[in-house]
C-alpha cells in the first residue's frame, strides 16, 4: 500500500509493473538485466482518489497520461530492479502530493502608484525618443 497522506491511500494491486532492459552505462549488466522499472496507474478506475485531485493529476502528469486514462511513471536512475521501482513509487507520491494540495485563489491587485508612474515616464520616455528620430517640419 502507497501512503500519501492521511487521506490518500493506493492500494498495490491497482498499479501494473513491467520491466525493461536499461539504457545508458552499466556494462555487460545493461544487456543482460531487465532493470529499468514503469508503472501504470489506471487513474479512472481508482477509486482512491477524489475527483478533483484526479483532474489536477491529469493536468500535472501532461505526456505522461495515455488516452486510456493509464499514468506511466518509469525509472532507470539505478542499477538494481528493486531501488528503481521505490523511485518510481516516490515519483508517484510526489506527483499526487502535489495534485492534493489545492492551488490558492489569487487575489486582484491594483498597480501602485510608483509602478504607475513608472509606466507612464518609460512612456514619456519612449515618445521622445521616437519623436527626435523624425525629419524636421518643413515651413
Excluded at 103 to 112: N, S
Excluded at 113 to 130: N, P, Q
Amino acid at each position: 500500500m502507497l501512503h500519501i497522506s492521511s487521506t490518500i491511500r493506493i492500494p498495490d494491486h491497482e498499479f501494473r509493473w513491467t520491466f525493461a532492459r536499461s539504457s545508458g552505462p552499466g556494462g555487460q549488466n545493461v544487456n543482460k538485466v531487465a532493470s529499468k522499472a514503469v508503472l501504470r496507474w489506471s487513474i479512472v478506475q481508482s477509486a482512491s482518489l477524489p475527483e478533483e485531485v484526479k483532474a489536477r493529476l491529469r493536468a500535472i502528469a501532461g505526456s505522461n497520461w495515455t488516452a486510456d486514462g493509464e499514468l506511466i511513471v518509469t525509472s532507470q536512475k539505478y542499477r538494481d530492479q528493486g531501488r528503481n521501482r521505490q523511485d518510481c513509487l516516490d515519483k508517484l507520491a510526489m506527483l499526487i502530493r502535489r495534485a492534493a494540495t489545492r492551488p490558492r485563489a489569487r487575489i486582484t491587485t491594483k498597480p501602485g502608484r510608483a509602478a504607475r508612474e513608472r509606466r507612464l515616464m518609460a512612456k514619456r520616455h519612449r515618445s521622445r525618443s521616437k519623436q527626435a528620430r523624425r525629419p524636421p517640419l518643413a515651413d
